[in-house]
Structures are given as structure tokens and as C-alpha cells.
């Protein structure tokens, strides 16, 4: 019997996922199964919602066995100012429940025959550039991560070349392709619909939703504080367009 072809999406109670479940589910909520520790506020905007932990190998071995994955959008994780407070569980969420998924991709895609295509949310904390600095910044200078959650987002971003391009070089069993992994390094996001938690670059956004109820806010940055932004549709569009564009080498 034929297994049912779907989109997994990790995280999805998280800004970005209900966020680009809303999107997907605009043309498609019948294939799209989501995971998240806590269960989903709208669950009619998926095909099925696993509460559950990406650390749980008996969840990930299911839906291995049960459906035949195309996409995964890997969105879970620990966010910058709770794995500052806890490094050691931050490091076993982000980059080895990261492995996790990457293992079920691999798995995927050797039984399908197929690519099965990863996307993975980086950020600009992968930079370790003095704050005062206004130089223009290239893709792959100043990557000396000052925080736990900078140095997990910039390995998982290794670990995702290694195993797309060079996993199992030296055997038989090399088969480069099987995982299509791709990234884009956000910066600070704004969403007006859903609250932000446990990210350092967070205080724009609560700023914001505390003037929007007429509300006092307490900022916890100095005011000479500057960070890049960008809006939640346009991080979700890029997500879209760069899950939809072709392979380039």
C-alpha cells in the first residue's frame, strides 16, 4: 500500500511555523503534518498535529514508517536568550534535534528514490562582527558566533552541507542528492499575530504589540540598541520561494 506523500513541519506553534501554516495551508492543508511540544491552536489547518518532542526517536521512527515525505521545514529550536540560560539543553535541541530530522530526511529519501527537500532557519547570530562596525558584511566572513544559539545555527548549517554533498564519500553507499538542504539567515522578525518569546532580538516585537494595546513597555536593551528587521509575510514568502526554486550548484 502506498504511503501518504506529506509536508512535516517541526515547531509549528513557534512564530514562523504558524505562520507559514497559514501560508501553505492557503493552497493545500491536506498534506501537511506538524510536531510541536504543545498542541496546535487551529488544527483544521493540517492534515494531522503530533504533540511531541523532536528528541522522541519512536515519533520520528512513525512517521518514517507511516508517510513518505517530500518536504520538512525544520523549525524547532531552542531561541537565543533560553539557551543562553541553558547551553547544555539548547545544544541537545538545536543541533542534535536537528540531526534527528536530518537522519529522518536521509532515511526518507534513500527509500523514496527521491530528494526530499530541508529547510532550515538560520540567523544572523551565526555573525561575530563588533557591534559598531558598519562594514558590509559577505555570506562567509565574521562567522565567530558569540552565543550557544550563534554557534548551533552555524554548525547545523555545516551539517546540512555535509550531509547533502559529502555523506558517505568514501563508501559504496555514496549517494549526494538525497538531502536538498537549504537555508536562509534571518534577522530580527516582526509578526503582528503571534507573540514572540526567548529571542534576544524579541523587544522590537513586544515593543510593538505593548503600543498596540496602549500599553507600557520595559525595554530590556539600552536605547542606543540597533538591530536588523523584517517582517514576517516577507520571511515567509522567501521560505515559499526559495522551497519552490531549482537546484543550483
Do not use: W
Not at 515547531?11 to 506538524?34: C, M, P
Amino acid at each position: 500500500m502506498s504511503r501518504k506523500q506529506i509536508i512535516l513541519i517541526t515547531g509549528s506553534n513557534g512564530e514562523i511555523g504558524n505562520n507559514l501554516i497559514d501560508y501553505l495551508a492557503k493552497t493545500d492543508s491536506h498534506n501537511i503534518i506538524s510536531l510541536d511540544l504543545q498542541p496546535l491552536e487551529d488544527s483544521s489547518k493540517v492534515y494531522k498535529h503530533i504533540t511531541g518532542s523532536i528528541l522522541d526517536k519512536a515519533i520520528l521512527n512513525d512517521i518514517n514508517t507511516e508517510y513518505e515525505i517530500t518536504d520538512i521545514y525544520h523549525l524547532a529550536a531552542m531561541l537565543s536568550t533560553k539557551s543562553e540560560i541553558d547551553p547544555f539543553n539548547a545544544n541537545q535541541v538545536n543541533v542534535n534535534g536537528t540531526l534527528g530530522l536530518i537522519d529522518l530526511a536521509i532515511k526518507q529519501g534513500t527509500m523514496n528514490k527521491s530528494s526530499v527537500k530541508f529547510f532550515f532557519p538560520s540567523s544572523i547570530a551565526v555573525y561575530g562582527i563588533d557591534k559598531k562596525s558598519s562594514i558590509p558584511v559577505k555570506e562567509d566572513e565574521f562567522l565567530f558566533p558569540k552565543t550557544i544559539y550563534g554557534m548551533n545555527k552555524l554548525y547545523c548549517e555545516q551539517l546540512g552541507v555535509y550531509f547533502s554533498n559529502n555523506y558517505h564519500r568514501l563508501t559504496k553507499d555514496y549517494n549526494p542528492g538525497v538531502l536538498d538542504f537549504r537555508s536562509i539567515r534571518f534577522p530580527g522578525l516582526i509578526s503582528v499575530t503571534t507573540h514572540p518569546t526567548g529571542g534576544t532580538s524579541d523587544y522590537i516585537p513586544e515593543m510593538l504589540h505593548a503600543a498596540s494595546n496602549n500599553k507600557q513597555y520595559n525595554c530590556f536593551v539600552n536605547e542606543g540598541a540597533q538591530l536588523p528587521f523584517m517582517i514576517m509575510p516577507d520571511a515567509i514568502e522567501a521560505i515559499y520561494k526559495l522551497m519552490n526554486a531549482d537546484k543550483t550548484y
